[in-house]
């Protein structure tokens, strides 16, 4: 694994975990398309992980 897919890996977790944290502060009613919209994210963030 070459260090900036590495680094690009890490940061795209980091996005994640910053998004998910944020959804509590949403409102309840957004809270469906927001958790489709992580689960998408998190299967390309695998996707990428499985890719190495």
Known sequence: ???????????????????????????ISSHPSEFEQIHRLLQQALSNLDGI
Not at 9 to 14: A, G, Q, R, T
Request: glycine share 4%.
């Open 1 to 27: 694994m070459s260090e900036f897919l590495g680094n690009e890996i890490l940061k795209d977790i980091e996005d994640l975990k910053a998004r998910i944290a944020k959804t509590s502060e949403k409102d």
